[in-house]
């Protein structure tokens, strides 16, 4: 089943009342475009060696949990009573190369850190990449891994 999402045109945060009014519906939205000028946009867009570069720039040496899975899919185990993926203590630029080492391999692990708060684990990530004043008291969060599926699921935090 495929469902379609709304797509706007203008940037929601530029006008507080047009924020509000697509924060209300608590539905998924696209902005295409939005942070296309964000410098680590840009450096994803030019390789992958290069977003690497730019993330290290910031990153702390705080501990991280990557989630290193079957190529492909993030799940649950048959039983439903666990995972079928193992959760690694790793910092930011070993799960980094991680990702770049099996990203482009068929069949290899795939890997991802989520929810990385950028104060903690990338300071200065957020005042290179924002929204503008509108969203000034919300601090960003870093998902970031190779190609993979995730099962439905709940998040801690309102994504």
Avoid at 9 to 36: K, T
Avoid at 47 to 62: G, H, K, M
Avoid at 139 to 147: D, E
Wanted: charged share 20%; aromatic share 10%; with cysteine.
């Amino acid at each position: 089943m495929t469902i379609a999402v709304p797509e706007i045109a203008a940037d929601p945060f530029a006008d507080p009342a047009q924020f509000r009014e697509i924060a209300a519906r608590c539905e998924p939205v696209v902005v295409r475009g939005l942070v296309n000028d964000w410098p680590v946009v840009r450096a994803a867009a030019t390789s992958p060696v290069a977003l690497r570069a730019y993330l290290l720039r910031f990153a702390s040496a705080t501990r991280a949990e990557a989630f290193v899975g079957k190529a492909g899919r993030y799940s649950y185990n048959e039983r439903l009573d666990g995972f079928d993926f193992d959760r690694v203590d790793t910092d930011l630029a070993d799960a980094l190369d991680r990702i770049l080492a099996s990203a482009n391999v068929p069949g290899a692990p795939t890997v991802y850190v989520g929810s990385l708060d950028t104060a903690q684990y990338l300071p200065g990530f957020a005042a290179e990449n924002n929204l503008g004043p509108l969203l000034s008291t919300v601090q960003p969060r870093l998902w970031i891994g190779n190609r993979s599926d995730i099962a439905c699921h709940n998040d801690t935090f309102d994504n």
